[in-house]
T-cell receptor, first 114, second 114 residues
Framework: EAGVVQSPRYKIIEKKQPVAFWCNPI?????LYWYLQNLGQGPELLIR????????DSQLPKDRFSAERLKGVDSTLKIQPAELGDSAVYLC????????????FGPGTRLTVL | AQSVTQPDIHITVSEGASLELRCNYS??????LFWYVQSPGQGLQLLLK????DTLVQGIKGFEAEFKRSQSSFNLRKPSVHWSDAAEYFC????????????WGLGTSLAVNP
């Protein structure tokens, strides 16, 4: 079974430019998460989707960040415009509601803003 | 407030030595607890999880963890460390129930000496 797929793996952009990240969760997983991870720190939740509904976006900086999951499967996270402080790894995870609702992570996208 | 604490920021062990990484949690009810590992440039990989049943949990790569309610701990152990175990280890937890937000520890960086 394929895991969580993310693209691109790496992205380098100039500040004030837009950037988008894509995530395809594990098949059958209704819940999708976007996290931000700064160097040497743990993941910080940005947004959680249940199917196509964003049920927790309280930590998403809505002035520049947006996300969508239109058909309840894959998702896109966008930053516009990017700032130097946005340099980080953006992780996507998915889960189903069985057992402990375990989250499975993709490889992440490392963003560098110059 | 719910919290997960990893007291050790960095640990160094010799290859072949035993390993124990500490994790303490603060939850009102029975928690769901997880250990993840992150190698440089990679996403988070689930090592093991506890949500019910036997308090000694076996995971991948020869790791195990024991849930001790009396000590509010969920320490990760491995009897003999391999050089490839060098990575960042994260403990995470949440309450059983509808609040599915994971609380993350800050991570423990493991270095392995040859």
């Amino acid at each position: 079974e394929a895991g969580v797929v993310q693209s691109p793996r790496y992205k380098i952009i100039e500040k004030k430019q837009p950037v988008a990240f894509w995530c395809n969760p594990i098949s059958g997983h209704n819940t999708l998460y976007w996290y931000l991870q700064n160097l040497g720190q743990g993941p910080e939740l940005l947004i959680r989707y249940e199917n196509e509904e964003a049920v927790d976006d309280s930590q998403l900086p809505k002035d520049r960040f947006s996300a969508e999951r239109l058909k309840g499967v894959d998702s896109t996270l966008k930053i516009q415009p990017a700032e130097l402080g946005d340099s980080a790894v953006y992780l996507c995870a998915s889960s189903d509601r069985t057992g402990a609702d375990t989250q499975y992570f993709g490889p992440g996208t490392r963003l560098t803003v110059l | 407030a719910q919290s997960v604490t990893q007291p050790d920021i960095h640990i160094t062990v010799s290859e072949g030595a035993s390993l124990e990484l500490r994790c303490n949690y603060s939850y009102g009810a029975t928690p769901y607890l997880f250990w993840y590992v992150q190698s440089p440039g990679q996403g988070l990989q689930l090592l093991l999880k506890y949500f019910s049943g036997d308090t000694l949990v076996q995971g991948i790569k020869g790791f195990e963890a024991e849930f001790k309610r009396s000590q509010s701990s969920f320490n990760l152990r491995k009897p003999s460390v391999h050089w490839s175990d060098a990575a960042e280890y994260f403990c995470a937890g949440r309450n059983a129930g509808n609040n599915r937000k994971l609380i993350w520890g800050l991570g423990t960086s493991l270095a392995v000496n040859p």
